[in-house]
């Protein structure tokens, strides 16, 4: 997959931008605050239907605007498909494809983008939610259907904590909640069909994880990623011990029951749904130690770019798309000469490779194939080497 064409209307700081890109490397080059990330950001929404940097759409709205509009142009082979997404300040997002008005969830079936940043750093050192949203954007890169299912996923969560919280104001027990069972029914179909994908993706990542991590930092050092459920045992949220759990589909669905019913009371007491994969933790090792906690700075840094490297190449490999588009967002500053050598060899065999850097030099000089210079939302110029 390679975009050709990138369109901005108020997004970030831009108030009108056009970016026209090429296959293999191109690099946005530009001081800190300029506006280089937000190129990547654009680009990558069409993907996650997200961003890398903040929970919510509101701040890639510009200031003053009611609603920022990203299109992109992208070459599947000789198809070419024009995407348009709309980010309102308030009330839903809109989203066309080739003119045509579509529900944003339908924008991934187009658009397979992996992107690594700083930011990734909090999924290896962060708290589990920073793991789970990393699991979850792959899922719904791999099979876009499964966007559904998190969004109906999470609205029976907060419903059922809603129920909880009035009860535990009203001060009922437990036995005389009779419609918690109802929402029980819905949080464990829902919830297993979650728990035996992130399973299923574990499982897919660690060939493709263990070969990127190897050829990042020159050294095998066993890389893992393990489920931890709640559902289990323990509370991977807070920090308790929870075994990942071998077995899928029926007999998750029961210990997604059995831990429902076991946690009751505590979850009465707390007004908090405690079990369920909002609550699961994708614990990361290496050395046979976890990661967080362990980890020095550079192997850190290794698992990090090594799942996204993982990720990309599962995406290669399934895709009718074509390569996932790879951008590496202001990385090579923070890697050593070894690293990015390295680096800059795995990403030059992609289709397309999108770099951003403050100073130019900092990028392999096998990546700066096309550079485009970024000063204060503008785009000042793009030449080719």
């Known amino acids: ?46 993907a996650t239907l997200g961003s890398h940097r903040v929970s919510n759409d509101a701040p890639m709205v510009r200031d003053g605007a009611d609603a920022a509009i990203i299109r992109a142009r992208l070459a599947h082979g000789d198809r070419r498909v024009l995407l348009e997404a709309q980010l309102n300040r308030q009330g839903s997002n809109k989203a066309r494809v080739n003119g045509a008005p579509v529900k944003p969830a339908e924008l991934p079936r187009y658009a397979q983008v992996v992107l690594f940043a700083p930011e990734d750093l909090q999924i290896v050192r962060g708290d589990p939610s920073a793991r789970r949203r990393f699991a979850d954007q792959l899922l719904v890169q791999r099979a876009p259907r499964m966007a559904g299912v998190l969004a109906d996923y999470e609205r029976v969560l907060k419903q059922r904590t809603a129920l ?22 819905k949080l464990v179909a829902l919830g297993t069909e979650l728990i ?23 050294a095998d050092h066993r ?12 509370d991977p949220e807070e920090g308790a011990d929870a075994p990942a759990a071998a ?28 079990v369920g994969p909002h609550r699961d933790d994708l614990v990361l090792r290496v050395r046979g130690l976890p990661v967080k906690g362990y980890a020095s700075h550079g192997e850190s840094w290794s698992v990090a770019l090594a799942l996204r490297l993982a990720s990309a190449e599962l995406l290669r490999a399934e895709s009718r798309l074509g390569d996932p588009v790879l951008i590496l967002d202001d990385v090579f500053a923070e890697l050593d000469a070894d ?23 900092d990028v392999p000089s096998a990546l700066r194939a096309r550079i485009v210079r970024v000063e204060a939302g503008t785009i000042l110029e793009a030449t080719d080497a």
């Open 247 to 274: 077995a899928s589909g029926s007999r998750i669905a029961d210990l997604f029951r059995q831990a429902l019913a076991a946690r009751r009371t505590a979850e009465l007491e707390r007004g908090l749904t405690l």
């Open 339 to 361: 690293r990015r050598a390295r680096l800059a060899q795995l990403a030059g065999g992609y289709e397309q490779v999108v770099v951003t850097a403050a100073v130019e030099e």
């Open 164 to 185: 909880l919280k009035s009860a535990k104001a009203r001060g009922i027990r437990g036995d005389a909640l009779t419609t918690l069972d109802v929402w029980d029914d």
């Open 196 to 218: 035996d994908a992130r399973l299923g993706l574990a499982a897919d990542l660690a060939e493709p994880l263990a070969a990127a991590y190897a050829a990042i930092a020159g």
């Open 1 to 46: 997959m390679i975009v050709e064409q990138l369109s901005l209307v108020d997004f970030r700081n831009y108030a009108a931008a056009d970016v026209t890109l090429a296959p293999g490397p191109n690099v946005f080059v530009g001081r800190n605050g300029q506006g280089k990330t937000n190129l990547a950001e654009a680009i990558g929404f069409f």
């Open 223 to 234: 890389p893992e990623a393990v489920w931890a459920l709640s559902v289990t045992g323990g």
